[in-house]
């Protein structure tokens, strides 16, 4: 019956296929080459600020039609009345597609992609996904760009925040759920997104985390480790990608055919669109590739298909026509797609699904959707260190929330929150508040500037995020600060980035906490009270001092609408954190890139050794991490077995399955995650120390013990080797199971 009903799908798809080809065909038919030409052309309704162009004449070019799509506009009215002027108005009434960054939520924000991941619960994140989607359609929006799947190993880069982190076993995982979550069962109903995989390709490694910046890596690094998120997500059904704004080793990656068509059409076969992110055909010029007519030209004949509101393909690509620069069929190419596009989410049998007023008002912050986002924020929090077991707090006294985090609404739903409502978020102090009531006294002060330097803070507070200042000498404002702290029994530190620290175009070179934040803290922790930071952070920083002094760290990430909520939650112990990190800590800036799943030298280092002469390792620091990768402390404690494999030599066509025991050793009821790495030890190319391969999420009551199963199979030891053959070679393996990626147990298995 199973392959009656596959068979009957497969038909059935075919049909559609079919039904489809055959519209397009006949539209198509009808295009004039200008009217082909505008449906490649995606423009701003200058609604969301995302870039530094803003697009003129929309609604005559509508008309003329000369657009295909719009993105930063929402609202049922007004999405309806721009499709009304395409369908009702344009000679063809081609509809028009309408867009947004909805990357962590729509008007309920979760906590930022980074934190997401820090969840490492796949239900989770592909639930926030669907109530994003839900959420954004009902606003009339049909096409997200999201997500984000870039790895990235260098923390300065700012946008390290927009995605999963290091791995590409956690990130290709969280791409197909959130894939899943936006595009639902069928991408055709009016509560989906088009989903839209970005930055193709490789934007997380340019050099030194400088944002735009240019990607030099070779092809063994890029199949293995960087490329597996972006197919991962295509294959969950993804139905379009954006070019990355760097080139990759001499080749931007909008004018670089190789990856738009070699890897992306032919070796994996996507028959979707592809559109260039925000002005990327137009940055070709500086980039050293020739004219916006060159550029454009070269842009499409690499496998572009749309132009995100630079308009060189609208302004030039008749003419490179008649000259003989693209060819008719290039422009068909493109135009067929984008169609494809609008009709796969029916668009053509109803321009107007997304624009239901009365959804508008029932489906957007709900209490549903705010309570999921309580509880996800909750579970991204990573407690970094738990002295004496100084959390969770009682819920009773007074408490001092002093710092630059702790009462500024605007800047919890974290970066890249472009349809946020932030004058109607509640601030830390706030949310805390409405989730203690009269429990606990909450005294609040600033205590310092975010920054000490004033140019410096504006820069880091865009967007509507400001955080006041206070021009007093630093010493006047830290002493008014300790006064309002002086009667409180616990002080609470909100401490960190502003959300605008990082994101597009926010690389940093120092990743320590501001040194006028951190000289506050220094004086908190002279009152001899009991001090918890709450971080703030969008990426990893350097927190040795503060992992030294501080007795308690809970990184919070931005957690979204709900983050005071959540904050108190976890601070007062009505949810056990269970956040792990997705993206190693270093000690300092100088270890970048620092990465858990680094290879081998020819000269190692001793775990846990340093100094030793004609090694690899450094004059002034260890080589080990603050947090590993895949850290993450508890309210309780958890004790692993040995691990147990039910044999240790396998073929081909078998499966090993490990065992290990997890117990809940400690006083409180919790959730953890259960890690699986396993390193190749002997290949025909050097492999990593360390692969995360698997991880489950268990929830253990107090004492409760659970016997957690792993089935390791040949696809789980296969990589591209020399040649970029996709193989698994026969030899000797190690497998770990663990907390985090250093804390582990150990088993050894061969592939015969």
């Excluded at 700012?158 to 590409?168: A, F, L, M, P, Q």
């Amino acid at each position: 019956m199973l392959g009656l009903a596959l068979s009957w799908s497969v038909s059935l798809k075919a049909q559609t296929d079919i039904k489809m080809d055959q519209f397009i065909s006949d539209l198509m038919g009808m295009m004039t080459v200008e009217e082909k030409i505008g449906q490649l052309n995606l423009v701003t309704g200058g609604e969301a600020v995302t870039g530094s162009v803003v697009s003129t004449g929309v609604e005559a070019k509508i008309k003329a039609g000369e657009i295909g799509g719009i993105f930063s506009m929402s609202s049922p009215a007004r999405i309806r009345a721009a499709q009304e002027l395409a369908v009702k108005h344009s000679r063809l009434g081609i509809p028009i597609i309408f867009g947004m960054d909805v990357i962590h939520g729509y008007k309920t924000m979760f906590p930022i992609p980074l934190g997401l991941a820090a969840t490492w619960d796949m239900d989770l994140i592909r639930e926030s996904a669907r109530i994003a989607a839900v959420e954004a359609s009902a606003d009339g929006l049909n096409w997200t760009f999201s997500p984000m799947v870039d790895i990235s190993r260098d923390p300065r880069w700012g946008r390290i925040s927009e995605g999963s982190g290091e791995d590409t076993y956690l990130s290709s995982r969280i791409a197909a759920e959130m894939v899943k979550g936006y595009q639902g069962d069928n991408l055709a109903a009016n509560n989906t997104l088009m989903a839209c995989v970005k930055h193709f390709a490789l934007y997380g490694a340019a050099e030194a985390g400088r944002d735009y910046h240019t990607t030099d890596m070779s092809l063994h690094r890029m199949y293995n480790e960087y490329f597996p998120p972006y197919k991962a997500a295509l294959d969950a059904g993804a139905g379009t990608v954006m070019t990355s704004f760097n080139d990759i080793n001499g080749v931007p990656a909008t004018a670089n055919r190789w990856l738009m068509t070699d890897v992306l059409r032919e070796q994996w076969g996507f028959k979707g669109m592809v559109v260039t992110d925000y002005t990327a055909i137009n940055e070709l010029v500086e980039h050293g590739l020739g004219d916006l007519q060159t550029v454009s030209a070269l842009a499409l004949k690499a496998g572009v298909h749309m132009d995100m509101v630079g308009e060189g393909y609208l302004t030039t690509l008749k003419k490179s026509l008649e000259e003989g620069k693209v060819t008719q069929v290039d422009i068909d190419e493109a135009c067929r797609l984008v169609l494809e596009t609008k009709y796969k989410l029916g668009l053509f049998d109803d321009p107007f699904r997304y624009c239901d007023e009365e959804r508008a008002k029932t489906d957007i912050l709900t209490t549903a959707h705010l309570a999921k986002a309580r509880e996800i924020a909750g579970k991204s929090f990573v407690l970094l260190k738990n002295e004496n077991n100084t959390l969770p707090l009682k819920k009773e006294g007074t408490l001092a929330l002093i710092g630059p985090l702790a009462n500024t609404g605007s800047n919890m739903p974290g970066t890249w929150s472009v349809s946020a409502d932030l004058e109607n978020t509640p601030s830390l102090l706030e949310g805390m508040q409405d989730a203690l009531g009269d429990k606990v006294n909450i005294v609040q002060h600033l205590g310092a500037n975010l920054l000490s330097d004033a140019a410096y803070q504006e820069r880091a507070t865009m967007f509507g995020r400001t955080i006041p200042r206070d021009d007093r000498p630093e010493a006047e404002i830290i002493a008014e600060a300790l006064q309002v702290a002086e009667s409180a029994d616990v002080i609470v530190a909100a401490l960190g980035e502003s959300s605008e620290m990082s994101g597009e175009s926010s690389s940093r070179t120092d990743l320590d906490i501001p040194d006028t934040q951190k000289r506050l803290l220094e004086a908190l922790l002279k009152t001899g009270k009991p001090v918890v930071l709450v971080l703030f952070a969008g990426r990893p920083l350097t927190l040795t001092w503060e992992h030294e002094h501080v007795p308690a760290i809970l990184n919070v990430w931005f957690g979204g609408t709900e983050t005071g909520k959540a904050v108190a939650d976890v601070l007062f112990g009505d949810v056990n954190p269970s956040g792990k990190l997705p993206a190693t800590f270093p000690q300092n800036v100088g270890q970048i890139p620092l990465y858990y799943s680094s290879k081998n030298t020819g000269r190692p280092l001793a775990d846990g050794a340093w100094f030793e002469k004609f090694r690899s390792n450094y004059l002034d620091v260890t080589n080990e991490p603050l947090y590993p990768f895949g850290y993450g402390l508890s309210y309780t404690t958890y004790t692993y077995s040995n691990i147990q494999l039910d044999k240790t030599n396998m073929k081909a066509d078998e499966k090993i399955t490990a065992t290990v025991t997890v117990t809940n050793s400690g006083n409180y009821d919790g959730e953890e995650v259960v890690q699986l790495y396993i390193r190749d030890l002997v290949g025909s190319v050097t492999r990593p120390v360390k692969e995360l391969k698997g991880f489950q999420k268990i929830s253990l009551k107090k004492g409760e013990s659970q016997n957690v199963f792993f089935e390791i199979g040949v696809e789980d030891l296969k990589f591209y080797n020399d040649a970029l053959e996709f193989v698994a070679e026969p030899g000797d393996f190690k497998l770990f199971i663990g907390t985090n990626s250093s804390d582990v147990k150990e088993a050894d298995f061969s592939l015969l």
